[in-house]
């Protein structure tokens, strides 16, 4: 089954957050506030944020005021921004990278008769991954309700 993976995911929805924040109240936003406000384990969090100000798509700020903002315009930046911060270049099969096709780890190598076809597929996913931009992903995305968990927008009900 070809989905994001949950640091990708749980990537989205921090982003969403300090997009929400930043708009509502302009201020930084601590890895512990996300954490909590959605339940995700905070370890796993500070490593997805690090690797978020890693590749340039927030800032953190140390401090007692400090926390994490974005660090781009959300239409500017694509969902295959994130998910490449997250997970490296993506893939549909190991012959996808542009590379010859020689030693890659699959058995059938030059004789691969769907080749040609996976790459156009693979191809076309990225060209859709490079048109979505942040933006486009949180039209729909309301606060946390009181409990913790995104109450789903009027029109996504």
Same mark, same amino acid.
């Given at each position: 089954?070809? =989905? ?24 930084? #936003? @601590? *890895?512990?506030? $996300? ?6 384990? /905070? ?5 997805? /944020?690090? %690797? &978020?100000?890693?590749?340039?798509? !927030? ?7 400090? +926390?994490?903002? /974005?660090? #781009?315009?959300?239409?500017? #930046? @694509?969902?295959?921004?994130? !998910?490449?911060?997250?997970? +490296?270049?993506?893939? &549909? ?7 010859? $096709? ?5 058995? &059938? @190598? =030059?004789?691969?008769? $769907? ?5 156009? !597929?693979? %191809?076309?996913? $990225?060209?859709?991954?490079?048109? !979505?931009? &942040?933006? %486009?992903?949180?039209?729909?995305? =309301? ?7 995104? %109450?789903?927008?009027? *029109?996504?009900?």
């Amino acid at each position: 089954m070809l =989905q994001l993976t949950r640091k990708t995911d749980y990537a989205i929805v921090a982003l969403a957050h300090l997009l929400r924040q930043q708009r509502d109240h302009d201020r930084p #936003v @601590s *890895a512990r506030v $996300i954490a909590e406000a959605y339940h995700l384990p /905070l370890p796993l969090l500070m490593n997805i /944020l690090k %690797e &978020l100000a890693q590749a340039r798509l !927030v800032t953190s700020t140390r401090g007692a005021t400090g +926390g994490y903002r /974005l660090a #781009v315009e959300p239409g500017r #930046v @694509s969902l295959l921004e994130i !998910v490449n911060a997250m997970e +490296g270049p993506v893939k &549909l099969t190991p012959c996808c990278d542009g590379l010859p $096709i020689l030693n890659q780890g699959c058995e &059938l @190598s =030059q004789d691969c008769p $769907i080749q040609p076809t996976i790459q156009r !597929v693979h %191809e076309r996913m $990225i060209a859709f991954f490079k048109t !979505v931009t &942040l933006e %486009e992903l949180l039209e729909d995305v =309301q606060p946390p309700a009181p409990g913790g968990r995104p %109450e789903p927008s009027a *029109a996504s009900a």
